[in-house]
């Protein structure tokens, strides 16, 4: 037997996989990267945490995907912010499905725990998840898969039924890998609630070093990163162009700004300016040429009196002096430009 497991890093879903893991089925740590998951590399992580469970890691990207198809037009709306937390979890378990039929896998295990978290792991929003799966399962790729008919009992009717949620499986309706006796629904546990004595008790009785306890970690959950992200889409709209994928970097990262009818990035240190370095098909770079600073990123878009007060603005953030002109690149054009003041500059920031 073999098992994808939905792999987000934390604690649930790493107990989750010990539990699938220790009956001896096969486990293979999935870790959908959708563009929000936060700056920081996980992967030395990752492969460690799954490593001592007895897992094989395997990273996923899926950032184009999510962000074309899911994050603005979510079938069950937003949490608080701007997170379509049932849509994205949906998605993941579509995603590991595809990867199920790629690497002849059985199932799929999910760490969730009944009742945890309020937008996503409510019974309802379980079961707004199982339609959404269910939904999924009707495309032809899974055919060979599904006995639609429900004549056959070697194979599951939906595809929801391949889910399996062993934190809380004993509070659940057996899933089909439970039926037909690939993992001991015994085993399995009847954790709920927002608690974690239960966890913490296991990860002391199986001697694990690796493991993260639930911090949120989704972006899209944080405020700044959700205000930025819906001036950017209206700003878009106004301005005639569409979101991009390349555009989840311009709200993770740097000083967001309004230039009159522009967008402004700089970036606030060294890790932010090597992000800010990757290729955008809507912006351009603002380069300093004759001090240290930061990198900046202004719309193309820009009318010319724009970006040469963004230029300015990216001078006041470096180590320059007022009154001096400097060289500054903007895209493929080269100003001389003196650095705004420090005050004036900061009141173009959108968040203060």
Sequence with gaps: MRALALFSGGLDSLLSMQLV?????????????????????KREYLEKASAQVGAKLLLCDIQEQFFNEVLFSPQYGYGKYFNPCIDCHANMFRQAFYKLLELKADFVISGEVLGQRPKSQRREAMDQVKKLVRAFGQESCFDGLLDRKGDDPSKPKTLDELLLRPMSAQLLEPSFAEKQGWVDRAKLLSVQGRGRTTQLEKVKELGLEHYENPSGGCLLTDLSVSRKLKDLQVHRQKTQQDLVVQDNVLVKVGRYMVVGNTRLIVGRNELENAKLEAPHPLMEQITLLDCKGPLGLVEKSASLDEKKLAAQIVLSYAKSESGRDYGVQVGEKTFNLSPLERAKAQSYLFLT
């Design 21 to 41: 893991a220790s009956q001896g089925v096969e486990v293979i740590a999935l870790h959908f990267n959708i563009g929000f998951g936060g700056n920081k590399d």
